[in-house]
């Protein structure tokens, strides 16, 4: 078949040597570019993987035997067990009345000193090494880089979108008129194929050689999607139009080659139109569907229509195969235990036969396979945010808020839960099918930083959760002197279910000053009954100013000597992480550079 229509390609229009030439070239210079900025990031790299700890973790899900119990508690079934409205969160304490005690301002706690012996050794084991991030070394560059410009694209990501856009159309431009040189269009987009498949991988080449996630590359893959969709049409029009003005048009169509091309064109609009922001708010499984019907069926298309095309596909079919053949390694198919939480309206997961192999901040893709999530349910995968650590009892935990309906279905699931002995609730056990870990800090080494502080609105809270305990397990092997959190809620009875953690983490960070600050916008009458806020924990009605919380880290920090950084980590809505990329930009120069560099990590999701 390919055969035939090479034939036919070649009785109709020739590539010249130059569109040829040039989709090579543009290929060229772009792996280049990626390489250049991948070699930006090898010192990090090599600092990773120079901390034992952080060399073989974050890769492959799996079950170990846990030879002796974790020396710090870190298990969170007291989430599950708190959520009964019944039972009180802790203990009450009889001297505060009511809820006082969470309106007082706490007062600071004093800093650790445990970190040094009496003759003023450092304690504990061997402190990671840290490398600064590139960005946090030459501030004014990077102040104007991350700035941010437009639906939370920095000025960073809109300059590198508009210098591949611009090489783009330069190779597409140079030497030809897309008017009366259709070809031109085919090529530049022919060369554009393997670079919008990589983009799209979950395991993905280009991610794993920056050091970040699929996700954060996602947006080069829109662009790249575009600039396809545009130049295939042009491809396609321009010579329809051609045809048409030499009365050819019926016998062109009528070649098989030219069907194919045609068949690749509606694969491409379709892609198109399925990606647009309003069929993937109306309908995500619309989103998917035409995207794994497209993409295969355009590679198809393309290698019919022109068998120039075929190396480029084979470039995007092997890594495109190379990256499921990954997920398939990735994936686990296991049992998990559903549970309802109604204060913060999400359904914990609990995975007890997956308990390594995760990074604090790595994320997980979910399906449940019960046909309790309908037809259409059982088909969807969703990513979660790993909310513990690894190596505990429990196994993993994710926390899945009803966000729409999938995430609904999961939780009325969960809400038909059976009851134990005493009638308390045990949860609902399905098998799930789990895929990951994917994305995460990348290269970063968070326990390197002297100081972390954490904004995260609603469901966000995961990614701080699995952090700190990462953190506060690893205190004795850790730079880390201050951490704080900063937790926005719409409701208090949302932080009801999470008050233990929470106690139980500030009352194991032994060499750690932690400090958790929760904010809430709407107090529902009676939520604050029975609560009892430790030390370290403040509850405070309002939005918080995180200008004053990242003032107050560095502060710490530099008070305890630390002079490896601080990591802002946020997670939350786009408009939390604009906020705080914000105040984290326009922060004092000169204290950001005594306290060696204030980095940001950001999570976007749903609220
Ligand atoms: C990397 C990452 C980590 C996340 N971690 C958490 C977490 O820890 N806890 C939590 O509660 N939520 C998390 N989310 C959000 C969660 O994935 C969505 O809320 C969920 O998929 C919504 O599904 P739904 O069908 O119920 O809602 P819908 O109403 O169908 O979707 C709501 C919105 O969620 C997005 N969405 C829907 N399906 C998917 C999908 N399959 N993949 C990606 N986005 C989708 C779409 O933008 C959609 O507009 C995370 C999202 C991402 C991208």
Redesign the pocket.
């Known amino acids: 078949m390919v055969n035939s229509t090479q034939h036919a390609s070649s009785t109709s229009s020739n590539p010249s040597d130059l569109d040829m030439t040039l989709a090579y070239h543009l290929d060229l210079v772009i792996s280049i570019v990626i390489l250049t900025f991948a070699l930006f990031t090898v010192p990090r790299a090599i600092a990773r993987f120079a901390n034992p700890s952080e060399r073989f973790r974050g890769f492959l899900l799996r079950y170990v035997p846990l030879r002796h119990r974790s020396r710090i508690n870190l298990n969170t079934d007291s989430v599950y067990l708190n959520s009964d409205p019944e039972k009180p969160v802790l203990d009450i304490d009889e001297s505060s009345e009511g809820c006082n005690t969470t309106f007082k301002e706490l007062p600071t706690l004093p800093m650790r000193t445990l970190r040094n012996d009496a003759n003023g050794l450092p304690l504990g084991g061997q402190k990671p090494v840290h490398m600064p991030m590139l960005s946090s070394l030459v501030h004014p560059v990077t102040s104007i880089l991350s700035r941010s410009v437009h639906e939370g694209y920095t000025v960073g990501q809109v300059l590198l979108l508009a210098g591949y856009t611009a090489l783009v159309l330069y190779c597409g431009f140079y030497k030809s008129n897309p008017f009366s040189d259709p070809l031109r269009a085919g090529w530049i987009i022919t060369s554009q194929i393997p670079f919008l498949y990589i983009f799209a991988t979950k395991n993905n080449v280009i991610g794993a050689l920056l050091g970040v996630g699929y996700?954060k590359l996602n947006y080069l893959h829109r662009l790249v999607g575009r600039l396809v969709v545009v130049g295939a049409n042009v491809h396609a029009l321009g010579f329809i139009y051609k045809w048409s003005l030499a009365g050819q048009l019926s016998k062109e169509l009528a070649q098989p080659y030219i069907r194919w091309g045609l068949v690749g064109l509606v694969c491409v609009d379709l892609l198109g139109i399925g990606s647009t922001q309003f069929v993937?708010?109306k309908s995500?499984n619309l989103f998917i569907i035409t995207h794994a019907l497209g993409l295969f069926v355009f590679l198809f298309a393309v290698c019919y229509h022109r068998p120039g095309c075929v190396p480029y596909v084979t470039a995007a079919c092997v890594f495109y195969g190379l990256d499921h053949l990954i997920r398939i390694a990735k994936t686990r198919i296991t049992t998990a235990t559903l549970r309802p939480i109604p204060e913060l309206g999400?359904t914990r997961v609990e995975i007890p036969t997956l308990n390594s192999g995760w990074r604090a901040g790595q994320?997980v893709r979910l399906r449940v396979l019960s046909t309790g999530m309908g037809f259409l349910g059982l088909t969807?995968?969703?990513?979660?945010?790993i909310?513990n650590v690894e190596r505990t009892e429990e196994g993993m935990v994710?926390?899945?808020?009803k966000?729409?309906?999938?995430?609904?279905k999961m939780y009325e699931l969960s809400a038909t839960a059976k009851y134990g002995e005493q009638g308390r609730e045990v949860g609902r056990g399905v098998r799930v099918m789990v895929e990951g870990p994917y994305?995460g800090v990348g290269n970063t080494v968070m326990s390197s930083y002297s100081g972390a502080l954490f904004v995260v609105g609603g469901?966000g809270i995961?990614f701080a959760l699995s952090a700190i305990q990462e953190l506060v397990r690893s205190q004795d092997n850790s730079s880390i002197t201050t951490i704080d959190i900063v937790w926005s809620i719409p409701d208090v009875a949302s932080l009801t279910p999470v008050i233990p953690l929470f106690t139980s983490l500030i009352e194991q960070s032994t060499f750690v000053r932690l400090r958790v600050s929760v904010f809430y916008t709407r107090a529902s009458k009676g939520s604050f009954q029975g609560m009892y806020l430790p030390p370290g924990m403040t509850l405070v009605p309002g939005r918080p100013k995180t200008a004053k919380f990242l003032d107050d880290v560095v502060t710490s920090t530099q008070s305890g000597g630390g002079a490896t950084g601080v990591f802002v980590g946020v997670c939350g809505p786009p408009a939390l992480a604009r906020d705080v990329a914000g105040v984290v930009r326009t922060f004092d120069v000169y204290r950001k550079r005594m306290v060696g560099g204030i980095e940001l990590h950001a999570?976007v999701?749903?609220w």
């Open positions: 996700e993937r708010s995500y999400l994320h969807e995968v969703h990513p979660f945010t909310a994710l926390m899945c808020k966000a729409g309906r999938w995430t609904t994305g469901s995961t999570e999701f749903g």
